[in-house]
């Protein structure tokens, strides 16, 4: 059942810890991964439906399916079915689409991939893998 709520914000209970040893409670609202800290880049951000097709940017340039494969099973998380990396559009990084068998495969590792951290085969600063949905059907 859902509902709406009659409260302005969403206001954080007591902090706990959790049986693994960490915080019950985190707050990101001042991390740089938060696209929505001011109006300007809140207004930039496409809101889509989920879909079993993620795009995902900012991928080293060599990046590959075997990557992907790779840290979808250090993840714990199901490896997608298909693997697009688009052309060069950039110098810098790489971007592509991900596809899964259900829109729920395609969330969890949305959940666990997105801000993974790769490695940078040419610098010191790794790259922070982003996702999203996509409105692509498929990723061949």
Known sequence: NV????????MPGQSYGLEDGSCSYKDFSESRNNRFSTPEQAAKNRIQHPSNVLHFFNAPLE???ENFFEICD???VKRPTSVKVFSGKSER????LLEWDSKSDALETLGFLNHYQ???????YP?????????AQHAS
């Open 3 to 10: 509902c709406v709520s009659k409260q302005p914000a969403i």
């Open 127 to 135: 790259y922070t893998l982003k996702l999203c949905f996509s409105t």
């Open 118 to 124: 790769m490695k940078n085969p040419n610098g010191p």
């Open 63 to 65: 990046v590959t399916e």
């Open 93 to 96: 990084s790489s971007s592509g």
């Open 74 to 76: 250090e993840l714990g």
